[in-house]
C-alpha cells in the first residue's frame, strides 16, 4: 500500500477526479482513512460480521459499533490491523458527562481501541461547554 497523501495532495486528487480527469490515479491509500460503521439499534451479529469482513477485505482503517457490539467485533477483528472502535453517547449525546465516562470504561473493557464520543448536542446549542 502507498503512504498517505498529505491533506494538500488528497485536495489535489479529489479536485481531478471531479474535474474528469483520465488517467490512472493511485487511491490504494484510500481504505486506510475508512471508518467503516454501523450503528443502528438490534444490528445482527450475521450483519457485524459482514461489515467486519468488508472491513478486513478491503483493509479499512477501523469498524465503528456501539458499545455493545464491541467485543464480538474486536474478537473478529484480533490481530488484523483493523481496529474496533466504539461509539459513546450515540446518537445525540445528551446523556450525564459521568454516563459517557462509565461507557467508554466499558468499551474499552470490551475491546475497543479507539472511542467516538458524541457531543451532547443540546448543550453544544445552548454554547453550555461544560456538561
Do not use: Y
Not at 36 to 55: F, N, R, S
Not at 75 to 88: M, N, Y
Not at 104 to 114: C, D, P, Y
Amino acid at each position: 500500500m502507498s503512504k498517505i497523501p498529505a491533506p494538500h495532495e488528497i485536495q489535489e486528487i479529489l479536485d481531478s477526479l471531479r474535474g474528469g480527469e483520465s488517467g490512472p490515479q493511485d487511491l490504494s491509500w484510500l481504505p486506510a482513512l475508512i471508518d467503516h460503521t454501523i450503528l443502528k439499534p438490534g444490528t445482527t451479529q450475521a450483519e457485524l460480521q459482514k461489515v467486519c469482513e468488508e472491513a478486513l477485505r478491503h483493509r479499512f482503517a477501523t469498524v465503528c459499533v456501539r458499545t455493545e457490539n464491541v467485543s464480538f467485533c474486536a474478537g473478529l477483528l484480533a490481530g488484523s490491523g483493523v481496529k474496533p472502535i466504539a461509539v459513546v453517547g450515540f446518537p445525540d449525546g445528551d446523556v450525564p458527562t459521568a454516563d459517557k465516562q462509565a461507557e467508554t470504561r466499558k468499551a474499552v473493557a470490551l475491546g475497543a481501541q479507539e472511542i467516538d464520543m458524541v457531543l451532547a448536542k443540546s448543550q453544544l446549542r445552548k454554547r453550555n461547554h461544560h456538561e
